[in-house]
């Protein structure tokens, strides 16, 4: 029997087509920039949670400067693209790609400077124990900065939700803004903050529709097959609604470790 692939080629083929090659999540290389906005990666070690094929780990080495970047995730489609193109683009030596499995992750406490995650956050359903992981693998004064899926509460998802979760078919793990903010202050983290992203992606997302049903369409059939592109599309008619009664919530979330001096 083979994995049971949440991420299989096909689909990772369609999701770069809408975010571009490296990014399997929203804005690309301009929302990485918000997440990250005033901070400073220079010669710093990065862990990426949830890297995919690897686009925000070399961009973060890269663009950013840091010094070693670890990017972990559980499927092997998306790592053995990123280790491709790694070594395709010369970084083995700075970007090193990891499988993981779930629960704590593999590496020592405080071995990072800064731990980073984009939009992965939602496959793992105990947030709280995630929090502390992430709280323990960081410096003193180590920053943890990210992008998740959040919902408006922590009660039965409504019809409009269900049908979106449905058509999306991924294990999610949706917990509230006020259960990501207690779970970062248990974990021990200070300067804490929540910001709101969904009026932002309500608008990317009706154009991403718009150019999945148009100018991409074809594109997307080269690329990942028309059943996949037509699953997509009626992904996209099913996640819009869950925008716009805003239950679906993407957040820019932010703590430091405090430095204990």
Do not use: Q
Request: charged share 30%; proline share 6%; glycine share 12%.
């Amino acid at each position: 029997m083979g994995e049971d692939l949440e991420y299989p080629d096909e689909f990772i083929s369609f999701l770069e087509i809408i975010w571009g090659e490296g990014y399997l999540s929203p804005g690309g290389p301009e929302e990485v920039g918000r997440i990250l906005d005033g901070l400073d990666l220079t010669g710093r070690k990065v862990l990426d949670i949830g890297c995919g094929t690897g686009g925000i780990a070399f961009s973060l080495a890269v663009d950013y400067g840091a010094a070693k970047v670890i990017g972990v995730d559980v499927e092997d489609p998306v790592l053995a693209t990123a280790n491709r193109r790694a070594a395709a683009a010369g970084l083995t030596d700075r970007v090193e790609f990891v499988k993981v499995a779930p629960g704590p992750l593999p590496f020592d406490d405080g071995e990072f400077d800064l731990v980073f995650s984009k939009d992965a956050m939602i496959h793992i359903p105990d947030k709280e124990a995630l929090f502390a992981d992430v709280f323990r693998l960081l410096k003193p004064g180590g920053r943890f900065v990210a992008s998740d899926w959040l919902s408006s509460h922590d009660g039965e998802p409504t019809a409009v939700m269900k049908r979106y979760l449905e058509a999306e078919g991924l294990s999610f793990g949706l917990g509230s803004p006020e259960r990501y903010r207690t779970a970062l202050a248990a974990a021990g983290f200070t300067e804490i903050s929540l910001t709101d992203r969904n009026e932002w992606y309500h608008k990317v997302a009706r154009r991403e529709l718009a150019d999945m049903e148009g100018p991409l369409y074809e594109k997307g059939v080269a690329a990942a097959g028309r059943e996949e592109t037509d699953r997509n599309i009626e992904i996209w008619r099913a996640l819009i609604p869950a925008l716009e009664i805003g239950e679906l919530r993407p957040h820019h979330l932010r703590g430091r470790k405090p430095n204990y001096s």
